[in-house]
């Protein structure tokens, strides 16, 4: 798919105030495994960033890379930097970062399932010197996001259903009152309604709050409509990126990712079956 | 030497299933077995056999126990050398009862007797989980340990206390006793090593083996599958019991040739899990270099200033030796929380990709 | 694996599982109040509602790992006032899980013939020799493990770790897990959470295989409407526990509780 | 046979009630002195879901290097000063040589990790402090000695008054660090870590801080354990066998609970020392080495989670 | 398991099996410091036994039999001529060994009982007492107290002993006792995990309120005893112990005073022989034991464990007329002991122990010993040398021997023959 496609170079990255910038690194897990073969990104300040790609394409392990969770995973980042706010930060630990204003969201709900759901968002807070006020107050206004959360906010987190954990995930990340938040994967195992609300918070945030987002997401089709800008990875590497409409335009992108909209799009049950390719497997 | 499957293609899934795939790894465990069947016992002299290989054995069959238990299908256990000290006990008893019958024969059947009580204390296992699941085993520990020390009938009634090993012979050879030379007992113990070894490898890579790694890695999962936890769970006991319980046996038989309770203490356990965790969790090669390495290492350490000619008393020596030992252990843990398998493994990932890093 | 029709007796159209009228809660937290709905065999019966209906809760009743504290589940006729879970497994009941449940330690080979315990019962003694009866037994399920692995089209991940795929074929090896159980009645919860687009077309089509070569029934719970509407033939609906409609996917796309609840404005 | 088991004890009991009394002083004490080392576990495990195999040993070496201080002539405060230090410096030493590298490992090998510690805390001991045992500095400390005998139910009940410190210090330590645990936000913190590394490290908590903090009171809990044991026989290695004890206490409490520790405690103590005291001559007494551990299975039995512990999710 | 380079020397080689490490260093340490500091003072004084240099290598055991039994292969290549495992637990597996590789062993007053018996443990030595005689004596003291063992009758005696081989060895004779003089016997095993924590041991002591108490105790065990049998203000006076306390163990304990043990050699430092060790060994800086403690209970048994290996030696020497003896030698050396008062004097020791003649049957001796008391700050003789009671324990020593033998069929039959003493 990468055929007929402008080669990527980091210029065409918007020039404007660059909050994040991922210069081309490389990642390793176990020392043996090479994941991330040069990934190169930047996210303007207040800017929504999407990055999107196939199962194992490297988004999760990207997103670690930078909030420096992959040596709790025995990976490191063994070639390229990463700057946040204009600062070398890949020698950091992650408890710096968040103190920044740099937070990730984790793929696959991680609550403290020992703890109530409220508890879950007070952690959230600790690196927060501000104050038990303005902590109420923020805390308010996630479970007015997230009216669902007010109902199990007593419950402990390791039983509520999936849903209701992603959006602890999500609402426990902004309890910090981050700058940038790195979110994998939100819209996973979410009602549709949910979903959209979501992303509408991510936008209300990112225009309110001027907090900018480098989102993993799957779902193209919504991640494209709310992101300003959008990179293509494959098996590791940066295959295509540009303007989220651009993108939107882009035939390829159109075909593997969007899939036709509205009432034409095409049923899942007259799936073609040529147009499968094993991706993951190269 | 080059480490390539290249150009080594299965033709049947049996050659597939096999337990090393790799013609290499084949060839390894062949020159391994010549090794230890015929140059050490050929060219080891009487202190390493005795004092070296025979515990280090030994061990690696506990482990190997142990393993089956804690490693493949995630049950902690302490009682290892309770479990050991059953087997020393039963066969004990059972060749006084029956010195006519082979000893070999009390050395496996000892184990069925250790099996059995390890079945019995793994009873709680079904409810009671993880950490939790220590508390029972350590009951065992305890208590049998405690019955060792109470119940004369064990050591029919010797006025030490303790077992005294008769002596035994296989194919008129002295095997147990002090007239049994190191070459003798280091062979037959190796032998029931082996095929002990052969078993545990071809249970673990077999149904029984799945069915305790996904009861390990995840019990829910594995109940809605039709996995029995409790079957699985006390067979993982009783078969980890009976291999501790064999090793126990031969600990005593071929090795100190007398054991008063204390043998079986709780540290016991504690060296034998150590080995089990260093030599890799859910890998029975891994049982091996754990038990060669927490075994070694130390007598190594002890040898070290002597062979260097350094004047450092025994005592100083003893001191530092544990200060090393802590450290390296923690170190190896550092370096591959898996287990010196796990770095063996990955040692190969690297020769094959060789000369490239990745 | 098994042809169409099948063992049960049973053929296509008839009532294969009936809940009937369940109500489950944890302490405060009502999960499931007095549901009730049937699968029909053959059919692909969509469960759809908000976050913490009580969907994920649903499908544990059915195999068994949570016990209502009222109503009945009638399976293959038999009527029960609960599942019991290894009862659901050997009946031919088999499930894939919300947030994965794999084996992590065990490679994907591994996994799927974990999936068919309970069709292996050669002798414990045989296993110790690999030989004879327990090596004929394991090529022999070898076999059909493989005839998945082919069917997933997850060859080359084959001697992985599961641990380490990636989410998306992490939920594609779950599915084969559970296939390899050759059940009668497949539940899959939310196989399609974390794909792209065409990761869930693939997906789409494995269901649809399964569910056509080999006359599976399927329960799927699935956020997207989608795939929802595509896929299934009968849709429940459950909102805060309760069912709330029932019934084909035009029935349901139309039904005002349904967009109010669930779909919101429809796209 | 029936009558001296279920029978002749608690005639016993009734006989002789100062003996009773005296009985479940001394389980309690003892139950006290376990619940001391069991805290220690507590704290840990709490904070890293690390069972710290270390305690035992830390215990011996803080004691150690308090007396051996004070014998190689440092006044005996200073002393405790200086042992006090050497229990931070082994925290943050331990934080950042062992834990840090491996954050987010399996339990099981930070369990083993904790294994090396102790090796190596050996090993030290002996090498700077000879392996000899040594005599509590009891006196030099102030601590109190000699007992109060109380005359009653027509015989005497000896309570030590280092007995009585013991309580009253273990019950100050456990209320305060309850209060730490349950109010504050690092007393959160601690738990969030306890449940998911990973996770923790992604909201930003510093593992590194909290380890330091917490290695460093389970340090200082060691220490007060020590001089307690210490007074009451003597400090040498082999107090790291008592260490064990605290194991059916811990379990039997739940890992995770600072009361459980304490509950667990008294039960375990109290409940071997009448078993050994009215049944163990039954069966030539001698009992208690394993008595303890019986008693925390049969609860367990009830409770799989420990009498306080977190209750252990099933979830699918 | 150090292999001491010092093996290469010529000399005669004599293994130390010591434990400096481990819960029981307390006690080991003294010991190991005393057969260490007297036998390097003969190197230093004589330049060894009848002028060849005895050349020492400490083995460290940690009182751990496996690390004894590795010890035990790495000197075993050395043509060691007697080797003391210093543990019971190390003795055992040992004993059969013995006869194979040539090699006496020498338990001093630990070990295996029955191996007193020349005749069927001819390779085997366990000077001056078994712990059966230990108990006779402790009883015939407790005897005199009362006015004659007979006035035990209707006495209650309690028994408190480390749970394991050596607590629980003298249990039928004490039966036995009890039996025959009449009085009733409590027991209170102290199990190897609790020796700290005996409380409800005591409780029990203090609801029996038995007459006297005889402790049979180890390591930890001892000086938690004494600190409990004093919580319960037990009369210590009735309190007797066998030999194994050291000062360490009561020092600092108060209420201790009026403790007692029994014990069959001087302490201090006041023998000539002594002297000479802190002269050649402690003074030049060749003693690793810190000057206080020499003279001390424990170092003085390690001195009196090495006199015997050094006795050994040099009877050896005098049979059969060789300078650099080997095992077989000691082995005759050993069966030929004679130490009389001349000798003792002779030796520098004169009033530091009793005499000790050992003989082809009797490896043991089985000699009186004294009781010493604890005034608070260092040990009292208090009687002078009790003698056992061959009769009571003569049987089962017998018993036990043959049982020994039975129940290790092929059991060699004595083949060493017997030297006339010389
Ligand atoms: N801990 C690990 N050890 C080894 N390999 C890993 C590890 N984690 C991920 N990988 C590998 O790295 C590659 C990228 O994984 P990653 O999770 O980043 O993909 P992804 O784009 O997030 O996929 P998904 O959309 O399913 O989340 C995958 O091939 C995976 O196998
Ligand atoms: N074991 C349990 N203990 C307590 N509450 C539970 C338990 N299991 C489920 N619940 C509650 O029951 C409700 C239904 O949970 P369930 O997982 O079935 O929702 P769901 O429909 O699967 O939602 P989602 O689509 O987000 O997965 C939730 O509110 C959850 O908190
Ligand atoms: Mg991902
Ligand atoms: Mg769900």
């Given at each position: 798919m990468?055929?007929?496609?402008?080669?990527?170079?980091?210029?065409?990255a918007?020039?404007?105030?660059?909050?994040?910038?991922?210069?081309?690194i490389?990642?390793?897990?176990?020392?043996?495994?090479?994941?991330?073969?040069?990934?190169?990104?930047?996210?303007?300040?207040?800017?929504i960033?999407?990055?999107?790609?196939a199962?194992?394409?490297?988004?999760?392990?990207?997103?670690?890379?930078?909030?420096?969770?992959?040596?709790?995973?025995?990976g490191?980042?063994?070639?390229?930097?990463v700057?946040?706010?204009?600062?070398?930060?890949?020698?950091?630990?992650?408890?710096?970062?968040?103190?920044?204003?740099?937070?990730?969201?984790m793929?696959?709900?991680?609550?403290?399932?020992?703890?109530?759901?409220?508890?879950?968002l007070?952690t959230?807070?600790?690196?927060?010197?501000?104050?038990?006020?303005?902590?109420?107050?923020?805390?308010?206004?996630?479970?007015?996001?997230?009216?669902r959360?007010?109902?199990?906010?007593?419950?402990?987190?390791?039983?509520?259903s999936?849903?209701?954990?992603?959006?602890?995930?999500?609402?426990?990340?902004?309890?910090?009152?981050?700058?940038?938040?790195?979110?994998?994967?939100?819209?996973?195992?979410?009602a549709?309604?949910?979903?959209?609300?979501?992303f509408?918070?991510v936008?209300?945030?990112?225009?309110?709050?001027g907090?900018s987002?480098?989102?993993?997401?799957?779902?193209?089709?919504?991640?494209?409509?709310?992101?300003?800008y959008g990179?293509?990875?494959e098996?590791?590497?940066?295959?295509?990126?540009?303007?989220?409409?651009?993108?939107?335009?882009?035939?390829d992108?159109?075909?593997?990712?969007?899939?036709?909209a509205?009432?034409d799009r095409?049923s899942?049950?007259?799936?073609?079956?040529?147009k499968?390719?094993?991706?993951?497997?190269? | 030497?080059?480490?390539?499957e290249?150009?080594?293609y299965?033709?049947?899934?049996?050659?597939?299933?096999?337990?090393?795939?790799?013609?290499?790894d084949?060839?390894?465990?062949?020159?391994?077995?010549?090794i230890?069947?015929?140059?050490i016992?050929v060219?080891?002299?009487?202190?390493f056999?005795?004092?070296v290989m025979?515990?280090?054995?030994?061990?690696?069959?506990?482990?190997?126990?142990?393993n089956?238990?804690?490693g493949?299908?995630?049950?902690?256990?302490l009682?290892?050398?309770a479990f050991?000290g059953?087997?020393?006990?039963?066969?004990?008893?059972?060749?006084?009862?029956?010195?006519?019958?082979?000893?070999?024969?009390w050395?496996?059947?000892?184990?069925?007797?250790?099996?059995?009580?390890?079945?019995?204390?793994g009873?709680?296992?079904l409810?009671?989980?993880?950490?939790?699941?220590?508390v029972?085993?350590?009951?065992?520990?305890?208590?049998?340990?405690w019955c060792?020390?109470?119940?004369?009938?064990?050591?029919?009634?010797?006025?030490?206390?303790?077992?005294?090993?008769?002596?035994?012979?296989?194919f008129?050879?002295?095997?147990?006793?002090?007239?049994?030379?190191p070459?003798?007992?280091?062979?037959?113990?190796?032998?029931?090593?082996?095929?002990?070894?052969?078993?545990?490898?071809?249970?673990?890579?077999?149904?029984?083996?799945?069915a305790?790694?996904?009861?390990?890695?995840?019990?829910?999962?594995?109940?809605?599958?039709?996995?029995?936890?409790?079957?699985?769970?006390?067979?993982?006991?009783?078969?980890?019991?009976?291999y501790?319980?064999?090793?126990?046996?031969l600990?005593?038989?071929l090795w100190?040739?007398?054991?008063?309770?204390?043998?079986?203490?709780?540290?016991?356990?504690?060296?034998?899990?150590?080995?089990?965790?260093?030599?890799?969790?859910?890998?029975?090669?891994?049982?091996?270099?754990?038990?060669?390495?927490?075994?070694?290492l130390?007598?190594?350490?002890?040898?070290?200033?002597?062979?260097?000619?350094?004047?450092?008393?025994?005592?100083?020596?003893?001191?530092?030796?544990?200060?090393?030992?802590?450290?390296?252990i923690?170190?190896?843990?550092?370096?591959?929380?898996?287990?010196?398998?796990?770095?063996?493994?990955?040692g190969?990932?690297?020769?094959?990709?060789?000369?490239?890093?990745? | 694996?098994?042809a169409p029709?099948?063992?049960?007796?049973l053929?296509?159209?008839?009532?294969?599982?009936?809940?009937d009228n369940?109500?489950?809660?944890?302490?405060g937290?009502?999960?499931?109040?007095?549901?009730?709905?049937?699968?029909?065999?053959g059919?692909?019966?969509?469960?759809i509602?908000?976050?913490?209906?009580?969907?994920?809760?649903?499908?544990?009743?059915?195999n068994?790992?949570?016990?209502?504290?009222?109503?009945?589940?009638?399976?293959?006729?038999?009527?029960?006032?609960?599942?019991?879970?290894?009862?659901?497994?050997?009946?031919?009941?088999?499930r894939t899980?919300?947030?994965?449940?794999?084996?992590?330690?065990?490679?994907?080979?591994?996994?799927?013939?974990?999936?068919r315990?309970?069709?292996m019962?050669?002798?414990?003694?045989w296993?110790?020799f690999?030989h004879?009866?327990?090596m004929?037994?394991e090529?022999?399920?070898?076999?059909?493990?493989?005839?998945?692995?082919?069917?997933?089209?997850i060859?080359?991940?084959?001697?992985?770790p599961?641990g380490?795929?990636?989410?998306?074929l992490?939920?594609?090896?779950?599915?084969?897990?559970a296939?390899?159980?050759?059940?009668?009645l497949?539940?899959?919860?939310?196989?399609?959470?974390?794909?792209?687009l065409?990761?869930?077309?693939?997906?789409s089509?494995?269901?649809l295989?399964?569910?056509?070569?080999?006359?599976?029934t399927?329960?799927?719970?699935?956020?997207?409407?989608?795939?929802?509407?595509?896929?299934?033939?009968?849709?429940?609906?459950?909102?805060y526990?309760?069912?709330?409609?029932?019934?084909?996917?035009?029935?349901v796309?139309s039904?005002?509780?349904?967009?109010?609840?669930?779909?919101?404005v429809?796209? | 046979?029936?009558?001296?088991?279920?029978?002749?004890?608690?005639?016993?009991?009734?006989?002789?009630?100062?003996?009773?009394?005296?009985?479940?002083?001394?389980?309690?004490?003892?139950?006290v002195?376990?619940?001391l080392?069991a805290?220690?576990?507590v704290?840990?495990?709490?904070?890293?879901?690390?069972?710290?195999?270390?305690?035992?040993?830390?215990?011996?070496?803080s004691?150690?290097t308090?007396?051996?201080?004070?014998?190689?002539?440092?006044?005996?405060?200073?002393?405790?000063?200086l042992?006090?230090a050497?229990?931070?410096v082994l925290?943050?030493?331990?934080?950042?040589?062992?834990?840090?590298?491996?954050?987010?490992?399996?339990?099981?090998i930070?369990?083993?990790?904790?294994?090396?510690?102790?090796?190596?805390?050996?090993?030290?001991?002996?090498?700077?402090?000879?392996?000899?045992?040594k005599?509590?500095?009891?006196?030099?400390?102030?601590?109190?000695?000699g007992?109060?005998?109380?005359k009653?139910?027509?015989?005497f009940?000896?309570?030590?008054?280092?007995?009585?410190?013991a309580?009253?210090?273990?019950a100050v330590?456990?209320a305060?660090?309850?209060?730490?645990?349950?109010?504050?936000?690092?007393?959160?913190?601690?738990?969030?870590v306890?449940?998911?590394?990973?996770?923790?490290?992604s909201?930003?908590i510093?593992?590194?801080?909290?380890?330091?903090?917490?290695?460093?009171?389970?340090?200082?809990?060691?220490?007060?354990?020590?001089?307690?044991?210490?007074?009451?026989?003597?400090?040498?290695?082999?107090?790291?066998?008592?260490?064990?004890?605290?194991?059916?206490?811990?379990?039997?409490?739940?890992?995770?609970?600072v009361?459980?520790?304490?509950?667990?405690?008294?039960i375990?103590g109290?409940?071997?020392?009448?078993?050994?005291?009215y049944?163990?001559?039954?069966?030539?007494?001698?009992?208690?080495?394993?008595?303890?551990?019986?008693?925390?299975?049969?609860?367990?039995?009830?409770?799989p989670?420990?009498l306080?512990?977190?209750?252990?999710?099933e979830?699918? | 398991?150090t292999?001491?380079q010092?093996?290469?020397?010529?000399?005669?080689?004599v293994p130390?099996?010591?434990?400096?490490?481990?819960?029981?260093?307390?006690?080991?340490?003294?010991?190991?410091?005393?057969?260490?500091?007297y036998?390097?003072?003969l190197?230093e004084?004589?330049?060894?036994?009848?002028?060849v240099?005895?050349?020492?290598?400490?083995?460290e055991?940690?009182?751990?039999?496996?690390?004894?039994?590795e010890?035990?292969?790495?000197?075993?290549?050395?043509?060691?001529?007697?080797?003391?495992?210093?543990?019971?637990?190390?003795?055992?597996?040992?004993?059969?060994?013995?006869?194979?590789?040539?090699?006496?062993?020498?338990?001093m007053?630990y070990?295996?009982s029955?191996?007193?018996?020349?005749?069927?443990?001819?390779?085997?030595?366990?000077?001056p007492?078994?712990?059966?005689?230990?108990?006779?004596?402790?009883?015939?003291?407790?005897?005199?107290?009362?006015?004659?063992?007979e006035?035990l009758?209707?006495?209650?005696?309690?028994?408190?002993?480390?749970?394991?081989?050596?607590?629980?060895?003298?249990?039928?004779?004490?039966?036995q006792?009890?039996?025959?003089?009449?009085?009733?016997?409590?027991?209170?095993?102290?199990?190897?995990?609790?020796?700290?924590?005996?409380s409800?041991?005591w409780?029990?002591v203090r609801?029996?309120?038995?007459?006297?108490?005889?402790?049979?105790?180890?390591?930890?065990?001892n000086p938690?005893?004494?600190?409990?049998?004093?919580?319960?203000?037990?009369?210590?006076?009735k309190f007797?112990?066998?030999?194994?306390?050291?000062?360490?163990?009561i020092?600092?304990?108060?209420?201790?005073?009026?403790?007692?043990?029994?014990?069959?050699?001087?302490?201090?430092?006041?023998?000539?022989?002594l002297?000479?060790?802190?002269?050649?060994?402690?003074?030049?800086?060749?003693?690793?034991?810190?000057?206080d403690?020499?003279?001390?209970?424990?170092?003085n048994?390690?001195?009196?464990?090495?006199?015997?290996?050094?006795?050994?030696?040099?009877?050896?020497?005098?049979?059969?007329?060789?300078?650099a003896?080997?095992?077989?030698?000691?082995?005759?050396?050993?069966?030929?002991?004679?130490l009389?008062?001349?000798?003792?004097k002779?030796?520098?020791?004169a009033?530091?122990?009793?005499?000790?003649?050992?003989?082809?049957?009797n490896?043991?001796?089985?000699r009186?010993?004294?009781?010493?008391?604890?005034?608070?700050a260092?040990?009292?003789k208090?009687?002078?040398?009790?003698?056992?009671?061959?009769d009571?324990?003569?049987?089962?020593?017998?018993?036990?021997?043959?049982?020994?033998?039975?129940?290790?069929?092929?059991?060699?039959?004595?083949?060493e023959p017997?030297?006339?003493?010389?």
């Amino acid at each position: 798919m990468t055929a007929a496609l402008a080669p990527h170079d980091a210029t065409a990255a918007p020039v404007a105030e660059t909050i994040l910038a991922v210069n081309n690194i490389e990642v390793v897990y176990d020392h043996v495994i090479l994941v991330l073969k040069g990934v190169s990104l930047t996210v303007p300040k207040g800017g929504i960033v999407a990055l999107l790609g196939a199962n194992g394409a490297g988004k999760t392990t990207t997103l670690k890379a930078i909030s420096n969770l992959l040596h709790a995973e025995r990976g490191e980042v063994t070639k390229g930097t990463v700057e946040f706010d204009g600062q070398r930060v890949d020698r950091l630990t992650p408890n710096d970062l968040v103190r920044r204003g740099c937070i990730q969201v984790m793929e696959g709900r991680h609550c403290f399932g020992h703890l109530t759901i409220e508890e879950n968002l007070l952690t959230g807070a600790f690196t927060r010197r501000d104050g038990n006020a303005a902590i109420r107050r923020d805390m308010e206004m996630i479970y007015d996001y997230f009216p669902r959360l007010r109902q199990r906010k007593g419950s402990i987190a390791g039983y509520t259903s999936g849903g209701e954990q992603q959006m602890c995930a999500i609402g426990r990340a902004m309890m910090s009152r981050p700058k940038m938040i790195l979110l994998d994967e939100p819209s996973m195992g979410l009602a549709p309604q949910v979903v959209e609300e979501i992303f509408e918070i991510v936008r209300t945030l990112n225009q309110k709050e001027g907090v900018s987002f480098l989102l993993a997401e799957q779902n193209t089709n919504i991640a494209l409509r709310y992101a300003t800008y959008g990179y293509i990875l494959e098996t590791g590497r940066v295959v295509m990126d540009g303007a989220a409409d651009a993108l939107r335009e882009n035939e390829d992108v159109k075909e593997f990712y969007l899939g036709v909209a509205g009432a034409d799009r095409k049923s899942f049950r007259e799936v073609k079956s040529y147009k499968r390719r094993k991706r993951w497997l190269a | 030497m080059f480490y390539r499957e290249a150009g080594q293609y299965k033709t049947s899934y049996a050659a597939d299933m096999a337990i090393f795939p790799i013609r290499q790894d084949r060839i390894g465990i062949a020159v391994i077995l010549l090794i230890a069947f015929v140059i050490i016992p050929v060219f080891g002299n009487q202190f390493f056999l005795s004092s070296v290989m025979i515990p280090t054995l030994v061990f690696s069959l506990a482990a190997i126990g142990l393993n089956i238990l804690t490693g493949y299908t995630g049950l902690i256990s302490l009682g290892t050398a309770a479990f050991m000290g059953v087997g020393a006990y039963a066969c004990y008893k059972l060749t006084s009862w029956f010195p006519g019958v082979n000893i070999l024969v009390w050395i496996i059947a000892s184990g069925f007797v250790s099996a059995g009580v390890g079945a019995l204390f793994g009873l709680p296992s079904l409810r009671i989980k993880g950490f939790y699941l220590v508390v029972a085993t350590l009951a065992a520990q305890f208590f049998l340990q405690w019955c060792f020390v109470r119940i004369p009938w064990l050591v029919n009634y010797n006025t030490s206390g303790a077992i005294e090993v008769p002596e035994r012979t296989l194919f008129g050879v002295v095997i147990t006793g002090a007239n049994a030379t190191p070459t003798a007992r280091y062979l037959v113990l190796l032998s029931v090593v082996a095929a002990l070894t052969w078993f545990a490898s071809n249970l673990v890579h077999g149904r029984v083996g799945r069915a305790w790694m996904a009861v390990r890695d995840m019990d829910i999962a594995a109940e809605l599958m039709g996995i029995r936890l409790l079957t699985t769970k006390l067979l993982a006991f009783a078969v980890s019991s009976f291999y501790c319980g064999v090793a126990g046996a031969l600990m005593v038989f071929l090795w100190y040739g007398s054991a008063e309770p204390e043998v079986f203490v709780i540290n016991q356990s504690f060296l034998v899990l150590f080995m089990v965790i260093i030599g890799g969790l859910g890998s029975l090669i891994g049982s091996f270099m754990g038990a060669a390495l927490i075994y070694m290492l130390p007598i190594v350490l002890r040898m070290l200033p002597a062979a260097l000619g350094l004047p450092i008393a025994s005592a100083t020596v003893e001191h530092l030796q544990f200060i090393i030992v802590g450290a390296l252990i923690i170190v190896f843990l550092i370096a591959e929380p898996h287990g010196l398998a796990r770095l063996w493994q990955t040692g190969k990932q690297k020769l094959r990709i060789w000369p490239f890093p990745y | 694996m098994r042809a169409p029709g099948g063992k049960d007796g049973l053929v296509a159209g008839d009532v294969l599982l009936a809940v009937d009228n369940v109500s489950l809660s944890f302490g405060g937290v009502k999960a499931i109040t007095e549901v009730s709905f049937d699968i029909r065999k053959g059919e692909i019966r969509a469960i759809i509602g908000p976050n913490g209906a009580g969907k994920t809760s649903m499908l544990n009743v059915i195999n068994g790992f949570y016990h209502p504290q009222q109503g009945r589940i009638t399976y293959k006729g038999a009527t029960r006032q609960k599942m019991r879970p290894y009862v659901a497994a050997s009946q031919g009941i088999s499930r894939t899980f919300q947030n994965v449940a794999l084996f992590k330690g065990m490679s994907t080979l591994d996994n799927i013939m974990a999936g068919r315990t309970l069709k292996m019962q050669g002798s414990f003694f045989w296993q110790l020799f690999r030989h004879g009866p327990a090596m004929r037994e394991e090529i022999e399920h070898r076999r059909k493990v493989e005839e998945i692995i082919d069917f997933l089209e997850i060859q080359a991940i084959r001697k992985t770790p599961v641990g380490k795929l990636p989410y998306g074929l992490q939920k594609r090896v779950e599915l084969g897990r559970a296939l390899a159980m050759e059940p009668d009645l497949l539940l899959l919860d939310e196989p399609m959470a974390g794909m792209n687009l065409e990761e869930k077309e693939d997906m789409s089509r494995f269901i649809l295989d399964v569910n056509n070569q080999y006359g599976t029934t399927i329960a799927l719970i699935e956020h997207d409407i989608g795939v929802v509407m595509d896929l299934s033939d009968r849709i429940v609906v459950l909102e805060y526990g309760r069912k709330i409609a029932d019934g084909t996917p035009d029935q349901v796309k139309s039904d005002q509780k349904v967009i109010d609840a669930y779909l919101g404005v429809s796209h | 046979m029936l009558y001296a088991l279920f029978v002749d004890p608690w005639v016993q009991m009734g006989q002789a009630p100062d003996l009773l009394v005296q009985t479940l002083w001394e389980g309690l004490v003892s139950g006290v002195l376990y619940a001391l080392i069991a805290l220690g576990f507590v704290l840990i495990f709490k904070a890293s879901g690390v069972f710290n195999f270390a305690q035992g040993i830390m215990v011996v070496f803080s004691a150690l290097t308090l007396v051996g201080l004070h014998e190689m002539g440092v006044p005996a405060f200073l002393a405790l000063g200086l042992a006090v230090a050497v229990m931070f410096v082994l925290a943050v030493a331990v934080e950042r040589v062992v834990l840090r590298p491996l954050v987010n490992q399996p339990d099981i090998i930070l369990f083993m990790a904790t294994f090396g510690i102790t090796y190596v805390l050996i090993g030290l001991g002996e090498l700077i402090f000879g392996g000899n045992p040594k005599r509590m500095i009891a006196d030099e400390l102030y601590l109190p000695k000699g007992a109060i005998d109380l005359k009653i139910l027509g015989g005497f009940v000896s309570l030590q008054k280092i007995d009585i410190a013991a309580a009253v210090i273990a019950a100050v330590m456990i209320a305060a660090l309850a209060f730490f645990f349950q109010k504050t936000r690092i007393g959160r913190a601690l738990r969030a870590v306890a449940d998911s590394h990973k996770a923790a490290l992604s909201v930003g908590i510093s593992l590194n801080q909290i380890w330091a903090i917490v290695w460093f009171t389970a340090g200082i809990v060691a220490l007060v354990t020590g001089i307690m044991w210490g007074a009451r026989s003597e400090v040498s290695f082999s107090l790291q066998v008592i260490a064990l004890k605290a194991l059916p206490v811990l379990i039997l409490g739940g890992f995770t609970s600072v009361p459980g520790a304490i509950v667990g405690g008294l039960i375990i103590g109290i409940g071997e020392k009448l078993g050994e005291f009215y049944w163990g001559p039954l069966v030539g007494g001698g009992i208690e080495s394993w008595l303890a551990y019986g008693i925390a299975l049969a609860f367990l039995l009830f409770r799989p989670q420990g009498l306080f512990g977190e209750k252990i999710i099933e979830r699918i | 398991a150090t292999i001491g380079q010092a093996a290469a020397q010529e000399g005669i080689y004599v293994p130390l099996f010591t434990y400096r490490t481990g819960p029981f260093a307390g006690s080991g340490i003294p010991i190991a410091d005393g057969m260490r500091d007297y036998l390097t003072m003969l190197n230093e004084r004589d330049g060894g036994i009848g002028g060849v240099k005895i050349v020492l290598d400490e083995c460290e055991t940690g009182y751990d039999t496996k690390k004894g039994l590795e010890c035990y292969d790495a000197v075993k290549g050395k043509k060691p001529v007697v080797v003391n495992p210093w543990s019971t637990g190390i003795t055992l597996p040992l004993i059969p060994k013995a006869s194979v590789d040539k090699i006496p062993i020498l338990s001093m007053a630990y070990g295996l009982s029955a191996s007193a018996r020349g005749d069927i443990f001819p390779w085997v030595f366990n000077p001056p007492d078994t712990y059966w005689d230990g108990l006779g004596i402790i009883l015939r003291y407790i005897g005199q107290q009362e006015g004659g063992l007979e006035k035990l009758k209707g006495k209650k005696i309690g028994y408190i002993y480390f749970d394991g081989g050596f607590g629980k060895e003298p249990i039928p004779l004490f039966e036995q006792l009890a039996k025959d003089f009449g009085f009733d016997l409590k027991l209170y095993p102290v199990a190897p995990g609790d020796m700290q924590n005996q409380s409800s041991q005591w409780l029990s002591v203090r609801r029996d309120r038995p007459d006297f108490m005889v402790m049979y105790g180890w390591g930890a065990m001892n000086p938690t005893a004494i600190k409990e049998a004093a919580k319960i203000n037990y009369p210590m006076e009735k309190f007797v112990s066998i030999w194994w306390p050291g000062e360490d163990d009561i020092r600092g304990t108060d209420g201790a005073k009026g403790f007692k043990m029994i014990n069959w050699h001087g302490i201090g430092t006041d023998y000539p022989a002594l002297k000479d060790i802190q002269k050649f060994v402690v003074d030049k800086g060749l003693s690793k034991a810190n000057k206080d403690k020499v003279g001390e209970l424990l170092y003085n048994r390690g001195v009196y464990n090495s006199l015997l290996i050094a006795e050994g030696i040099a009877q050896a020497q005098k049979i059969t007329g060789k300078k650099a003896v080997d095992g077989a030698d000691v082995r005759r050396g050993l069966e030929n002991l004679n130490l009389d008062e001349a000798r003792l004097k002779e030796l520098g020791l004169a009033g530091f122990t009793g005499t000790l003649k050992l003989t082809c049957d009797n490896h043991n001796g089985h000699r009186p010993a004294f009781i010493q008391q604890w005034d608070g700050a260092k040990w009292v003789k208090i009687t002078d040398p009790i003698e056992p009671m061959p009769d009571k324990v003569k049987p089962l020593l017998d018993a036990a021997a043959q049982d020994y033998a039975e129940k290790n069929p092929g059991w060699p039959k004595r083949s060493e023959p017997c030297d006339k003493a010389s």
